[in-house]
């Protein structure tokens, strides 16, 4: 099995459902804050971002909402898919293509 | 299009030993970085290039040294591998600074013994 699920926070939803992930961050000066998804045995693969000046943004099923006063950043997922099933985080950029990762959240979607 | 290319996949040292994780990339992006993800972490940060000839340490730079000779290519040595050390690593390159669409490799899983 894939050894980075370990001890990660589990969220479980039925398909179809809307799916909510929740990460705070600690560096207020940071520009972006970002989401990956890491399917099992793969890296990291971007889903979207949004900048420090934003506080909402939409894509493709996907919607971040970025609140920096209590510095959380959530992602929420519509009509969750099996295909979604994955571990998701977040990341605040921090200069120069550094990126600091959160711990991960693990979206499991049963059919 | 390949995207980035890590090599090898797999791989079993024992303490003491010293390889080179390599990392490839054809888009030809500027920036390129290297992370470690451990279980139940994300992923954290070891050395970094902003472009050949640059490299800058991470997070967790200890007992691991890169060089960018080359736009395209970003080696990752182990100098003489510790238990520690067990780990996925993964490389990453992007197009900008803050690097927020970066591309990641599928890693490489690491067992030191």
């Known amino acids: 099995g894939e050894s980075v699920g370990l001890h990660l926070p589990t969220l479980s939803v039925q398909e179809g459902d809307n799916s909510i992930i929740n990460c705070a961050y600690s560096n207020s000066a940071s520009d972006y804050f970002i989401w990956y998804k890491q399917e099992s045995g793969k890296g990291p693969q971007f889903i979207i971002d949004i900048r420090s000046n934003m506080d909402k943004r939409q894509g493709q099923r996907v919607t971040v909402l970025l609140n920096k006063t209590v510095k959380h950043l959530s992602l929420q997922i519509a009509a969750t898919q099996p295909g979604d099933s994955a571990v998701y985080f977040c990341?605040?950029?921090?200069?120069?293509?550094?990126?600091?990762f959160g711990k991960g959240t693990m979206l499991l979607v049963s059919p | 299009n390949a995207g980035v290319t890590q090599t090898p996949k797999f791989q079993v040292l024992k303490t003491g030993q010293s390889m080179t994780l390599q990392c490839a990339q054809d888009m030809n992006h500027e920036y390129m970085s290297w992370y470690r993800q451990d279980p139940g972490m994300g992923l954290r940060l070891i050395h970094y290039?902003?472009?050949?000839?640059?490299?800058d340490q991470g997070e967790v730079p200890n007992g691991y040294n890169v060089s960018r000779s080359t736009t395209e290519d970003f080696p990752l040595r182990l100098l003489s591998a510790a238990p520690s050390q067990t780990s996925v690593y993964f490389c990453?390159?992007?197009?900008?600074?803050?690097?927020?669409?970066?591309?990641f490799g599928q890693g490489t899983r690491l067992t030191v013994v």
């Open positions: 990341a605040e950029n921090s200069g120069y293509s550094t990126l600091t």
């Open positions: 990453a390159s992007s197009t900008r600074a803050g690097g927020t669409e970066a591309f």
């Open positions: 290039s902003v472009g050949a000839g640059i490299t």
